[in-house]
């Protein structure tokens, strides 16, 4: 089975903190994703990649950054922590667009 | 309008019946369909895809209508461990790929 790990279950940060969320997946997919999903809004895409060191803007990249120098990891960065970025952040792997995805069991972000 | 609808639910159901949720789709380009289920507080998890020719897999049946833009997830003989949301994914082609969740509907089973 593929196995996408993120590094944190829960995390506690302060606004205008720099925070890291890493996503590491053992399937040498090419594609990977993160979201953030927020009651009544689903799952919104904020960046994906489909290579090493490329990258594509989501849906609302605003606030985000991210970084894939391995084919692996995927990591997703918020620049200055907001209130309003507080949320479930998922990381999804896939081979094609066409076969699904899988996600890692997320990250519960609060800022404060 | 949004591109992928679901009725949010809840469906409340009791043990042993069949139940049958619809997803809408805007984009008549729409390339491929699946079904993720998502238990509370936990990470989506791929259900099954959907075919224009349907799709079974035990006591679930996924079935795309290309004419009438929705995917359809079927559960018969509900157990309570069906309790969940289910999120319909819909993949179209833009120039590149384009991956949209629905927000999912929430099945309750009861004994």
């Known amino acids: 089975d593929v196995k996408v790990t993120q590094s944190s279950r829960y995390l506690v940060k302060r606004t205008g903190e720099k925070v890291f969320l890493e996503c590491v997946q053992d399937?040498?997919?090419?594609?990977m994703f993160w979201y953030r999903q927020d009651p009544g809004l689903g799952l919104r895409l904020i960046y994906f990649s489909y290579d090493v060191k490329m990258k594509e803007k989501g849906d609302i990249p605003e606030g985000y950054s991210v970084s894939r120098e391995k084919k692996e990891r995927f990591s997703l960065i918020l620049e200055s922590a907001s209130t309003n970025q507080t949320s479930m952040y998922l990381c999804?792997?896939?081979?094609?667009?066409?076969?699904?995805?899988?996600f890692g069991s997320g990250t519960r972000l609060t800022v404060v | 309008r949004k591109e992928v609808e679901q009725d949010p639910g809840p469906f409340n159901v009791p043990e042993g019946a069949t139940v049958a949720f619809n997803c809408t789709y805007s984009n008549s380009a729409s390339q491929s369909f699946f079904w993720y289920r998502q238990d509370c507080r936990k990470e989506p998890k791929l259900l099954m895809s959907v075919y224009s020719s349907g799709n079974e897999d035990g006591r679930f049946t996924a079935q795309l209508n290309r004419a009438s833009q929705y995917i359809s997830l079927l559960i018969r003989d509900s157990k309570l461990s069906d309790s969940a949301t289910y999120l319909c994914v819909v993949n179209f082609d833009t120039g590149g790929f384009k991956t949209i969740f629905g927000a999912g509907t929430r099945l309750f089973v009861k004994a």
């Open positions: 999804a792997s896939g081979l094609r667009t066409q076969t699904g995805y899988t």
């Open positions: 399937m040498d997919h090419e594609n």
